[in-house]
C-alpha cells in the first residue's frame, strides 16, 4: 500500500504561482511512477503532469498540453515528495488536485485525497 498526503493548494490571483506538495509512504519511493490530476466542478478527472520511476534509465516528464510552459513536476527521493511547480496559473486551473502513484502498472492505483486549487480573475 502507498499513502499519499498532498498540500500546497489555494487561492492564488490570474498570473500567480503555487507549488503543490506530495509526501508518499509505505513503498520505496524511488521506485514509484508519480502524477499529477485534476478535476474541475461538473467535469472527470484529467490527467496533468506525470513522471516516471527509477526503473528506466533517467526520468521522463509529461504533461497536458495547456499546462506545457506553465507546470513543472519533479521529485525529491530522500524526502519521499513529488512537487507540481504552477506558474502562470490561470482562472481555468481551478480545480482539486490529486496526486497518484502507480509501480509500473499502466493505471495509477493509489491516490491523494485531493487539494483545492483556486485562480480567480
Known amino acids: 500500500q502507498v499513502q499519499l498526503v498532498e498540500s500546497g493548494g489555494g487561492l492564488v490571483q490570474a498570473g500567480g504561482s503555487l507549488r503543490l506538495s506530495c509526501v508518499a509512504s509505505?513503498?520505496?519511493?524511488?521506485?514509484?511512477?508519480m502524477g499529477w490530476f485534476r478535476q474541475a466542478p461538473g467535469k472527470g478527472r484529467e490527467f496533468v503532469a506525470g513522471?516516471?520511476?527509477?526503473?528506466?534509465?533517467?526520468?521522463?516528464?509529461s504533461y497536458k498540453d495547456s499546462v506545457k510552459g506553465r507546470f513543472t513536476i519533479s521529485r525529491d527521493n530522500a524526502k519521499n515528495t513529488v512537487y507540481l511547480q504552477m506558474n502562470s496559473l490561470r482562472p481555468d486551473d481551478t480545480a482539486v488536485y490529486y496526486c497518484a502513484a502507480k509501480t509500473g502498472t499502466p493505471t495509477y492505483a493509489y491516490w491523494g485525497q485531493g487539494t483545492q486549487v483556486t485562480v480567480s480573475s
Open positions: 509505505g513503498r520505496t519511493f524511488s521506485s514509484l511512477d
Open positions: 513522471m516516471n520511476g527509477s526503473g528506466a534509465s533517467r526520468y521522463y516528464t
